[in-house]
Structures are given as structure tokens and as C-alpha cells.
């Protein structure tokens, strides 16, 4: 069922599923944050995180949650929803979940770029992380453009880049020296360990001033999904979009590679998750979104609960991620899309 | 010759890998008409309905829509007087017949009109005049290859255009399901005039539903006008290779292919 919403300015149909879910989805989204908040080495109670949040108790313990956790938090959601975002916009204008930045080296060369960025310049993560994804975006689709891009050797070329990027940046790692190294090699797995309000400035800047671009793109974006053939005779003019939708995607990736690292799976398992939850056909866009922030939540939350150990939150994004990435190849296969 | 047709076809010559498909090729395709296009396999039907809709761009020669070159104008503007129906065509999994309808209304809406009134009274006009209300909330994939076809068309339809192009409409549907399909053409044609030209298999069903046919033979046109007038014997047998005999349909008068 659809429903309609008509503004002077604004019409638009939405289905009452969508809706749902997506309300739904927002309170995990609220309940998740406050459990993060309060979770942790030093716990609060149902409500003493609050007060403090609104300028009660010890400095210590503002400290935990304005300095330490809220920040750590903020990060997550805003990097979870870029890869969320970008994955989604890449399987929808490719027309093939395998097609997320992550599976075909987009992330790899976001995270190579940053680590060079690094090594030379002792900064720039944003710039590098660019400019590295830019880079690979260029060769990936130069390599695997054959009259157009065949989804397979897409996904093929990307896998090979990828673990040739991932190669690199171990090469990389072994030329620093270790103390660098062993942080680096924390970052390349996936951590927002020790991420400041910095961190929070730059992912939630980016998608607010990415928001309208996104807007405006789903339009089109939801029309791709039917053929080149098809699109086109509706009046979409393909490549101009395809530029600007790749870019935009890059853009996000490169956004969340830079203050969350590489996390593996996000940007992949996003979108189909979204699309499992309602499943209409269209590119879901916001659902992705919510949900690359959740998983992305979940797996730094999880990393912190672990005891005496921190492990990189790309250790658990991959432990949910792999398992969708199975499920997703063997409904490839079934389909003979593979 | 009466003023010119909105949709022509001038000098076309296209050709894929050095392989010659269309060879300087003109034609009209009348207004208010229905045009089928036929001729053997790979003799250039489809290729030339393509480049009629902008999807093939011709090494040579032009497609004029309205007096102006139809690669020069805005996609847009052309998908608002144009519509085409390519073979085959797929949708994402899971998307209703609503929602792909309402894809027929993308040339008139924009990212911040995206359901106005025009657009619901479109789809649903369109669904109705296919019979596909009663659907309008089933994804796609759980409807019969004739209902589904259905759907496609009526996405054409709520597109709203002046003029149709279908690629072989009738593929992969048994032939009550055919006359059903193109009964239904013939209808909206004659209703709203709406000019219609398609790439159709079957050269009966092309006698009995055209007021047009160009039969194409080696990317060339090797003969066109009326039913009876490209329907004959000597024609089946030049375009073919086919020997028949050509009696009139007892039901509707028009010329019938009976193969020897």
C-alpha cells in the first residue's frame, strides 16, 4: 500500500511498509545509542547517564560520556550510514549487490590513500582517503569496461584491486615503524577507538551537505533499476547520472573510510538488508542508511564490551557481514546472475 | 503526399562491428496509425524501431521527430511525446505494478514532483484500460507472462505519450493472449489516436491489426503500404523466401498467410 504526500512545493508516494519499518528502525537506531552511552568499562545507570548529559555529575564522568563516548558513538552512526548510503547507490545503479565499494576496492583504495596521506604528510586521512578511492574508482572501471560495465567483470576486477591495495598498504605497514604500524594496522581493520568530536564534525558535515544531492539523485536512482534500454526512453540522460552518482558514492565511501576505517562488510550488507526488510524494488536509500549506522553501532559497541581486549570493530561488521555475503552469493547463483 | 509524418526516418544507416543492420534507410510512420514492422530474422525490425526511439544511434542519416533531429533534442522532451516498449524488459525484484506504472510518469514529474494529481489519474487510467487494477499492489514477479506484459504496457501508456513503439509486445505469450494484447492496442489507438508502430513476428496477426506494415528485407525496405497492398504472394515469397497462398481472413476480411 502507498501512501501520497502532497505539499505546493513537494509531492511525493511512499509506501506505508517503508514507513514502518523505517520508524521502527529509528528507535533501534535511539534505544542502540543510549545502550552505547551507558554500556561500557564504567556503566551508568537507567538515568544517571542523562543527567549527566544535561551537566550533573563528576567531571570524570562527563568526561566519559562528552569526551569519550558520545563522540565515539556519533562517529559510528554517521560513518555507518555513509557506507550505507554508498554500498546502496553502487548494487542499485549496477543492478548487483556485489557491486558495493567494499567488494570491488573502492574502500582498499580509500584506506591506502589515507595510510600514504599519513606516511607522507602526517594528516590529510580526508584527502588521501579521496583521492586513493578516486584513484581505484578510475582504474577498476577502466579495467572492467568492455561496451559498458558487464557486472561480473566488475565485481572480478574490484576483488583483484582490492587484495592488490590491501597488499600495498601491508607493504606499506612493514616501511613504518612499529608503533605507527601497529595503530595503522588497528585502523585498517576498522576501529573508532579514540575518536573525537573532530571525527563527529566531518562525517555529519559531509552527509548534511551530501543530503540534498541524495534527495535529488534517488529520484533517478529508483528509475535505473529497470534496464539501460528502459531508463533512458524515460528520459534519463545515463551517463551524466551514472558520473554523478559514482562520485557522490565515492564521496561517501571515502567520508566513512576516513573516520571509521575500512570496517569490512558495512557498505555490502547494508543495502540488501534494507531491501530483505522491504522488499519493493526500490534502491532504499534511507533504510541502508539507518541500517549501515546500526551495524556499525552494534559492532563498536560490541568491540568495547569485550573484556581486556579491544578488538577492532571491523572484526564484528565482518562477523555479520560474511554470513549476508553467502547468503546473497548462493541467491546470485540460484538466479544464474553469477 | 500529405504533410509529413511527426516520426520519420531519414537516409538510416546503421551498422554493428562493420556488419551493415540498416542501409540507407527512409520512412515515415504515419499518425494516428498503426505501423507494424516485419520482415525474416535479423533483417533490421528491431534495429530500426530502436533507432525510431533514440536507443541506437545511426552512423548515418537522422530520425526527425517534429521536424527536428531526435538525438538533438532534450531526453527528456522526447520522452514526453515518445514512449517505446523495448523487448524483454526487466524490472528490480519485488516492485509492484503501481510503482512500475508510476515509472511510466518520470518524463513529467521531477525529484520534488514525483505524485501529483496528473500522475495518479495517469497510472490509474492506465491500469484500467489494461485490466490491471485488480494487480495494482502485486509485484511483479508474481504475475502471468500475459498480465505482466500487461503491466509493461501499461507503463507505456501512462507515459502519456503521442506516440508508441513496442519491440515484439507479443513475445512469449500464447496467441489468445496475442489478440488479447494488441485487441487492446488497437483500442487505444482508436480511442486516442495515439500512433503506435511495433516490431511484430507474426505476419497474420501484423495483416490483421496494421493499417501499415514495412517489410524489411536485409536492412532495406523492401516493400510498404496497407495489409493488401504488402500482404500478397509475390511479396511473402521476396521478403520471406516463403510460398504460400494468400486467402482473405472469413472473420476479418484482411489478406491470410497460408504457407505450401
Redesign the interface.
Known amino acids: 500500500?502507498?501512501w501520497?504526500?502532497?505539499l505546493p512545493?513537494?509531492?511525493?508516494?511512499f509506501s506505508a511498509r517503508a514507513v514502518a519499518v523505517g520508524s521502527c528502525l529509528l528507535l533501534l537506531v535511539k534505544v542502540g545509542s543510549v545502550l552505547a552511552l551507558r554500556l561500557g568499562s564504567y556503566p551508568f545507570t537507567e538515568t544517571s547517564w542523562l543527567s549527566v548529559l544535561l551537566g550533573a555529575g563528576s567531571e570524570i564522568e562527563r568526561m566519559i560520556l562528552m569526551d569519550h563516548r558520545l563522540p565515539r558513538i556519533l562517529t559510528a552512526l554517521g560513518a555507518g550510514a555513509c557506507f550505507g548510503l554508498s554500498g546502496a547507490m553502487f548494487q542499485t545503479m549496477m543492478?548487483n549487490p556485489l557491486a558495493s565499494p567494499d567488494v570491488i576496492g573502492f574502500n582498499a583504495g580509500a584506506s591506502c590513500g589515507a595510510l600514504i596521506a599519513i606516511i607522507l604528510t602526517g594528516g590529510n586521512v580526508l584527502l588521501g582517503a579521496l583521492i586513493g578511492a578516486l584513484l581505484t574508482a578510475i582504474l577498476v572501471v577502466s579495467l572492467a569496461w568492455k561496451e559498458g560495465l558487464p557486472p561480473q567483470r566488475l565485481v572480478l576486477i574490484g576483488l583483484g584491486i582490492g587484495f592488490a591495495l590491501a597488499a600495498l598498504s601491508d607493504l606499506l605497514l612493514s616501511r613504518t615503524d612499529a608503533r605507527t604500524a601497529a595503530d595503522m594496522a588497528e585502523w585498517l581493520i576498522g576501529t573508532l577507538n579514540a575518536r573525537d568530536w573532530q571525527d563527529v564534525t566531518i562525517v555529519w558535515s559531509g552527509v548534511l551537505l551530501l543530503a540534498p544531492a541524495l534527495?535529488?539523485i534517488?529520484?533517478p536512482l529508483a528509475?535505473l533499476?529497470?534496464?539501460d534500454?528502459?531508463s533512458?526512453?524515460?528520459?534519463?540522460?545515463l551517463s551524466p547520472l551514472r558520473l554523478g552518482l559514482t562520485g557522490l558514492g565515492i564521496l561517501l565511501a571515502a567520508l566513512a573510510v576516513c573516520t571509521a576505517g575500512p570496517l569490512p562488510f558495512v557498505a555490502f550488507a547494508a543495502g540488501p538488508i534494507a531491501?530483505a526488510l522491504v522488499?519493493?524494488?526500490?534502491p532504499a536509500l534511507l533504510g541502508a542508511a539507518v541500517i549501515g549506522a546500526l551495524l556499525v553501532l552494534a559492532a563498536d559497541t560490541a568491540s568495547r564490551m569485550v573484556p581486556s581486549i579491544q578488538l577492532p570493530a571491523g572484526v564484528f561488521t565482518a562477523l555479520i557481514g560474511g554470513p549476508v555475503m553467502i547468503w546473497l552469493l548462493m541467491v546470485q547463483f540460484r538466479k544464474g546472475k553469477l | 503526399m500529405n504533410a509529413p509524418a511527426r516520426l520519420h526516418a531519414k537516409a538510416l544507416s546503421v551498422a554493428f562491428a562493420k556488419t551493415p543492420i540498416l542501409k540507407d534507410l527512409t520512412a515515415d510512420i504515419p499518425d494516428g496509425k498503426i505501423t507494424v514492422i516485419v520482415g525474416p530474422n535479423a533483417c533490421g525490425k528491431s534495429t530500426l524501431l530502436r533507432s525510431l526511439a533514440r536507443l541506437q544511434k545511426p552512423d548515418s542519416g537522422e530520425v526527425l521527430l517534429d521536424g527536428k533531429s531526435i538525438h538533438k533534442q532534450a531526453n527528456r522532451s522526447v520522452a514526453q511525446r515518445l514512449a517505446i516498449l523495448p523487448q524483454s524488459p526487466s524490472a528490480p525484484e519485488g516492485l509492484t505494478v503501481q510503482d512500475l506504472v508510476t515509472r511510466g510518469r518520470t518524463p513529467h514529474q521531477s525529484a520534488l514532483r514525483q505524485w501529483s494529481h496528473q500522475d495518479a489519474e495517469a497510472v490509474g487510467r492506465a491500469l484500467e484500460l489494461t485490466g490491471m487494477a485488480p494487480y495494482a499492489n502485486r509485484p511483479l514477479e508474481a504475475l502471468s507472462g500475459g498480465q505482466r506484459q500487461r503491466a509493461w504496457i501499461a507503463m507505456a501508456l501512462a507515459q502519456d505519450t503521442e506516440i508508441l513503439l513496442l519491440d515484439e509486445p507479443t513475445t512469449y505469450l500464447d496467441l489468445p493472449h496475442q489478440i488479447e494484447l494488441l485487441s487492446l492496442i488497437q483500442s487505444f489507438n482508436q480511442q486516442s489516436n495515439q500512433t503506435v508502430a511495433m516490431v511484430l513476428h507474426d505476419i497474420n496477426l501484423a495483416a490483421r491489426f496494421a493499417d501499415h506494415i514495412i517489410a524489411l528485407r536485409a536492412g532495406a525496405i523492401f516493400t510498404k503500404g496497407s495489409p493488401a497492398e504488402v500482404v500478397t504472394r509475390n511479396n511473402m515469397e521476396q521478403v520471406f523466401d516463403l510460398r504460400c497462398q494468400i486467402i482473405s481472413d472469413p472473420v476479418h476480411g484482411t489478406p491470410h498467410v497460408i504457407p505450401e
Open positions: 500500500m502507498n501520497s504526500l502532497r512545493f513537494l509531492s511525493l508516494s543492478r534527495f535529488w534517488h529520484f528509475r533499476g529497470l534496464s534500454d528502459l533512458s526512453s524515460l528520459g534519463l540522460r531491501r522488499p519493493n524494488g526500490k
